[in-house]
């Protein structure tokens, strides 16, 4: 990874290379860069308040440039999956991935992609929205049997 | 529409009234904890005239407060104070300072309880002589109690909390993640399904609205329509005029006389001021980890291992069923999450066979989660394609949770930890868990039935999701015919200290396989039914 000139440069640098790896670690062939960006700054904030986890995601970062023989960027999705398995018991990974999993899956237009559609209660709940409209079975008995 | 938004009233829009009893009143009964158990006593003694003072550790959160939103819920109700774990559990790996998921607020776990409500069965208060040998480790005991007695309270119980599906009241509607599970578990020869019996409205009842299907309930259930102690019990004790009810009030130690009875309750205010309440009578119902932790650190010169602890039981015993998730996915949409999130049970392998390699029995009941918990709690620590795999289905998966009766064992036990502390200083709960071969039996057949029932309806694949953080908690102050066998008598009164009662999940024997609010509620209504007679006879 060069050596960026200036601080904001730096972070840049960070949340690019984050975001693939973020994308890399957890791939949803349907999810644009966008939620996987907002993720690696969810993180890179998280760092900024937690010296230990900085600094293992600084060294980290810069370890998965070299692990697979080029940049982790232009690996293939084989290759980097096969690099992230390699480091997958590290204190750098597992920071990554906890944080990943409590960020990207929080995120409004991932619930959308996934089809979740998030709070209910102001809308009157599902009564008349839904519940109850599963159409690829039958009616199924909903007193108890005898 | 009607509920949403301030525009009808719901059932929080009604105060909780709150009297303000003198610290040096030597009449109260303080009872320790407002969720079911708590609550329950509450209300029950209040309106049998008797004074009470509740302390609730956590804040006093209504309808308005409640978010439609997994974590900042999570974050707003769950009991978070640092805990630590060890055993073989994975929850220990997972999630080693989140033992249980229960929530510290006024009105307790029933805040986010699901609503599932089935009675434990008769045999199941004697599992001990039931369930034979082959059982090594076992710390088996039958209730002091059967369920020919508790009937009666089932029935007040049921009637208290709105249960559906008995006493005439109608059963919920079927929302989509029923219609899959009901389908599955008829094809493959199951005919004991039903949307409950639950504790959430079908049509009003008793000053609650009917199920708008929101899909929170874990969440504290915005609209109402669920039974809690929060919305039904307290506000009911308040217009009595015998409540005092005390949030962010967290008891740290129950002291005593010389003749052997408890006096009072020491404990941290909001400000975190040590306070002292006088009490005639204490009663303890924390859920299971807390109740078992406030006895041992009510340790004294007179009781050096615990109030109430000269069994050698306080703690042990430890319960948390045997669960398990089973989602799978299908080719066309499900929208798990839509409705009532547990209106879904069935109970065809409820029953002891065994036959099936292992004692008791277990249920299955609908369960959704929304993305943040499914990605937290599917498969922890997983990433990688076959974790987006699960992920990627949301919008076509149907869930299932499996609840069933674990062995008690006297090496699953809540100690205090005497090298963690939490934010007031004191030792925080250590809670050790280790399988019996029983439970990994059981969950192992579970899983595979319930994979099954999903591919009985074309299911393309599935996930066994392993054992989430307790949500029941049960065992650890069990009760007990003799004195040495356990910790608590029939009515719930310690052995060892009379005016001292647990009224929570700690105090089951066994923990059946049915989910504990029920029992804890039918418990609870006994419980201070007794309470209120010994006060009236002049016997406490």
Redesign the interface.
């Known amino acids: 990874m060069a050596t960026a000139a200036t601080p904001a440069a730096a972070e840049t640098t960070a949340v690019r290379a984050l975001t693939v790896m973020v994308r890399a670690?957890?791939?949803?062939p349907?999810f644009p860069d966008g939620p996987y960006e907002r993720c690696a700054e969810t993180i890179l904030g998280a760092a900024g308040e937690d010296v230990r986890f900085r600094t293992q995601l600084d060294q980290g970062l810069r370890d998965l440039d070299v692990a697979g023989g080029a940049p982790f960027a232009e690996l293939d999705d084989a290759k980097k999956?096969e690099v992230?398995?390699g480091m997958?018991s590290t204190e750098f990974f597992e920071g990554v991935?906890s944080r990943?999993?409590?960020s990207?899956?929080?995120d409004r237009e991932?619930?959308s992609l996934?089809?979740?559609?998030?709070?209910?209660?102001?809308?009157?709940?599902?009564?008349s929205?839904?519940?109850?409209?599963?159409d690829?079975?039958?009616?199924?008995?909903?007193?108890?049997?005898s | 529409?009607a509920?949403?938004?301030g525009a009808a009233p719901t059932p929080f829009d009604a105060p909780i009234a709150s009297q303000s009893f003198s610290h040096d009143d030597e009449d109260v009964v303080v009872i320790i904890g407002s969720g079911a158990g708590g609550g329950t006593i509450a209300n029950e003694l209040c309106q049998q005239g008797v004074r009470v003072v509740v302390l609730e550790a956590g804040p006093h959160l209504t309808g308005a407060d409640y978010?439609?939103?997994?974590?900042p819920a999570f974050t707003q109700m769950a009991w978070l104070d640092n805990r630590t774990t060890s055993g073989s559990w994975r929850v220990a790996k997972d999630f080693p300072n989140l033992p249980a998921w229960t929530v510290k607020a006024v009105g307790g776990t029933t805040t986010h309880w699901a609503g599932a409500c089935p009675r434990f069965k008769d045999y199941e208060f004697r599992a001990k002589s039931e369930y034979g040998g082959g059982l090594d480790g076992a710390n088996l005991l039958d209730w002091p109690l059967t369920r020919a007695e508790m009937d009666p309270y089932y029935d007040k119980a049921e009637i208290k909390m709105g249960v559906t599906?008995v006493q005439g009241r109608p059963?919920?509607?079927?929302?989509?993640n029923?219609?899959?599970?009901?389908?599955g578990a008829?094809r493959i020869g199951y005919?004991?399904?039903?949307?409950?019996p639950y504790a959430t409205n079908a049509e009003p009842y008793d000053g609650r609205p009917a199920?708008?299907?929101?899909?929170?309930n874990f969440q504290g259930d915005?609209?109402g329509a669920k039974w809690s102690t929060l919305i039904t019990e307290l506000p009911r004790a308040g217009k009595t005029g015998n409540l005092d009810l005390r949030p962010e009030c967290q008891a740290v130690q129950i002291t005593h006389n010389g003749g052997g009875k408890a006096d009072a309750v020491l404990y941290l205010d909001g400000d975190g001021n040590l306070q002292r309440q006088r009490a005639k009578v204490v009663v303890i119902a924390c859920n299971a980890i807390e109740s078992a932790r406030l006895l041992l650190l009510s340790a004294s010169p007179l009781h050096p291992d615990g109030l109430g602890n000269s069994s050698g039981q306080v703690g042990r015993n430890y319960m948390r069923h045997v669960t398990g998730s089973v989602y799978a996915r299908f080719d066309?949409?499900?929208?798990m999450?839509?409705?009532e999130t547990m209106a879904g049970v069935v109970a065809d392998e409820a029953p002891h066979d065994a036959d099936r390699g292992f004692a008791g029995g277990y249920y299955f009941e609908t369960l959704a989660l929304?993305?943040?918990f499914?990605?937290?709690f599917a498969e922890p620590?997983s990433?990688?394609?076959e974790?987006?795999e699960i992920?990627?289905a949301?919008?076509?998966t149907a869930g299932l949770w499996i609840t069933g009766e674990d062995m008690p064992q006297e090496t699953n036990r809540i100690t205090l930890n005497g090298a963690v502390t939490d934010q007031h200083g004191l030792p925080v709960p250590n809670v050790h868990f280790d399988d019996h071969p029983n439970d990994a039996a059981m969950r192992d057949h579970a899983w595979a039935q319930g994979e099954k029932m999903y591919e009985a309806?074309g299911s393309t694949g599935a996930h066994r999701t392993t054992p989430y953080p307790s949500t029941h908690n049960m065992g650890t102050a069990r009760m007990s015919e003799k004195p040495g066998d356990g910790v608590v008598n029939p009515h719930g009164a310690c052995h060892d200290v009379p005016n001292v009662y647990v009224g929570d999940g700690s105090v089951f024997t066994t923990g059946a396989a049915a989910n504990p609010t029920l029992t804890i509620v039918a418990l609870a209504i006994r419980e201070a039914e007794h309470i209120g007679g010994e006060i009236r006879a002049g016997r406490l």
Not at chain 1, 25 to 28: G, K, N, R, T, Y
Not at chain 2, 332 to 335: R, W
Request: charge should be negative.
């Open positions: 670690m957890f791939p949803h349907s999956l992230l398995r997958s991935r990943v999993i409590t990207l899956y929080d991932v619930w996934l089809g979740y559609e998030g709070p209910s209660y102001d809308q009157g709940g599902y009564a929205r839904g519940f109850d409209d599963l690829w079975l039958p009616a199924a008995r909903i007193e108890q049997g | 529409m509920g949403t938004n978010v439609n939103d997994e974590w599906h059963p919920l509607p079927a929302n989509n029923y219609t899959v599970f009901a389908n008829d005919t004991q399904y039903a949307t409950g199920s708008i299907q929101d899909g929170f915005k609209h066309k949409p499900v929208h999450y839509r409705g929304g993305p943040p499914l990605a937290a620590g990433w990688g394609p974790f987006t992920m990627d949301y919008a076509n309806v």
